[in-house]
């Protein structure tokens, strides 16, 4: 890990939050039709169950000597979103364009999407499958930060989050998909 990058992302996704606070303008409020909309829906997954399974599927199937990797992998994916969702329902954040936007609403778990912001999940989940496929394929890993930091950003384009959202759940995915592989000795 990181711990420079790690703490940079903190401070960053406070900065953002202070802005955001003080009504910097920060939403795109972008419209987007046709194939780029889908293209960028498409894009916005990676991370989410059927990547993380589909990326598992393959090191199963091609790569037999790296299976050891597969439950670690899982598990760092997985522990990143039951992070976020924790934190989510523990803030309650207005997303962007909506009522209240920005607000931080206080905890509840009853699901309500319109206060469930901050940190973008799919952001973390993102990072979390980078971080542990970066373990297994160090090669590849320019790939994976652009998949990822591909991924985040249009959390940001397709006003889902606000920025320190996006960066907030970079820097949860970040740490948990390190500290979930530093606990299975990968």
Same mark, same amino acid.
């Given at each position: 890990m990181n711990l420079g990058l790690f703490i940079g992302l903190i401070i960053a996704c406070v900065v953002l939050l202070i802005l955001e606070r003080l009504g910097v303008p920060t939403t795109l409020r972008l419209t987007f039709k046709g194939d780029i909309k889908r293209e960028t829906q498409y894009l916005a997954q990676y991370g989410q169950a059927v990547? !993380?399974? *589909?990326? #598992?599927? /393959?090191?199963?199937?091609?790569?037999?000597?790296? &299976?050891?990797?597969?439950?670690? /992998?899982?598990? %760092? *994916?997985? #522990?990143?979103?039951?992070?976020?969702?924790?934190? +989510?329902?523990?803030?309650?954040? %207005?997303? =962007?364009? &909506?009522?209240?936007?920005? +607000?931080? /609403?206080?905890? !509840?778990? &009853?699901?309500?999407?319109?206060?469930?912001?901050? =940190?973008?999940?799919?952001?973390?989940?993102a990072v979390a499958l980078t971080v542990a496929l970066i373990h297994v394929y160090p090669q590849a890993s320019e790939s994976f930060w652009t998949l990822a930091l591909a991924t985040a950003g249009l959390r940001y384009v397709l006003d889902a989050h606000w920025p320190s959202d996006v960066l907030g759940g970079i820097a949860l995915g970040y740490g948990v998909a390190f500290a979930v592989l530093r606990g299975f000795g990968v």
């Open positions: 990547c !993380t399974g *589909v990326a #598992a599927m /393959l090191i199963w199937q091609f790569d037999p000597a790296h &299976r050891q990797y597969i439950f670690p /992998l899982i598990v %760092a *994916v997985c #522990a990143s979103s039951i992070s976020a969702f924790a934190v +989510k329902r523990i803030v309650g954040r %207005a997303r =962007p364009n &909506r009522e209240q936007a920005g +607000k931080f /609403l206080g905890p !509840t778990w &009853r699901h309500d999407n319109s206060r469930e912001s901050f =940190p973008s999940s799919h952001s973390a989940c």
